[in-house]
């Protein structure tokens, strides 16, 4: 078999429907600090039938959006979304530094979103992350990564096939010692 040259590549923008983008504008601007970079309002025969959408663009700090659409007719919102099953597990996650998670956790507090439980901390041992659903439904990491994780993560890439091989022929014994019981 050939090897395949790695390919480096970097996140343009992650897109997801929404029903409501001025929730999701207060959200993303006022609360966790992603600035509203562009707005665009389209009209395209999309799927065999003329979609009429905005679509909205968040800079998430390296010139990468998390981008939401908003179709302006019933139909087309119920065809596309945004209903997904709620799950701890369907996330994006965006690494920041300790400064920035501190700030989105004193903010989501203050808007009481760690009170409600749409956000909550969790130690997976390789980074601290701060998890918090949006107004759409859509599960948001932002993590820091632990002070050795290059040491860390240079250390998994040596077993990494070899771990997925135990998994998939049934050996489920956890390998990481933070979630070890």
């Not at 179709?71 to 400064?99: C, T, Y």
Request: proline share 3%; charged share 25%.
């Amino acid at each position: 078999m050939n090897a395949i040259t790695p390919v480096k590549a970097s996140l343009h923008h992650n897109a997801y429907v929404c029903k409501d983008l001025e929730a999701v504008r207060q959200f993303y601007e006022d609360v966790i600090g992603f600035k509203l970079v562009a707005t665009w309002a389209e009209e395209a025969d999309l799927f065999g039938k003329v979609r009429t959408y905005a679509h909205c663009f968040y800079d998430m700090g390296d010139g990468s959006c998390l981008a939401f659409f908003q179709f302006a007719n019933a139909d087309d919102a119920e065809e596309f979304g945004p209903e997904l099953p709620r799950s701890g597990f369907r996330h994006i996650a965006m690494k920041v530094d300790q400064a920035t998670q501190d700030a989105i956790n004193e903010r989501l507090q203050a808007a009481g979103y760690f009170d409600s439980g749409e956000a909550y901390p969790l130690n997976h041992g390789y980074c601290w992350s701060t998890y918090v659903f949006d107004p759409s439904g859509l599960l948001i990491e932002f993590t820091v990564d632990h002070e050795n994780v290059e040491e860390i993560n240079r250390d998994k890439a040596i077993n990494a096939h070899d771990d997925l091989k135990k998994w998939l022929g049934g050996d489920h014994t956890p390998n990481n010692e933070q979630f070890h019981r």
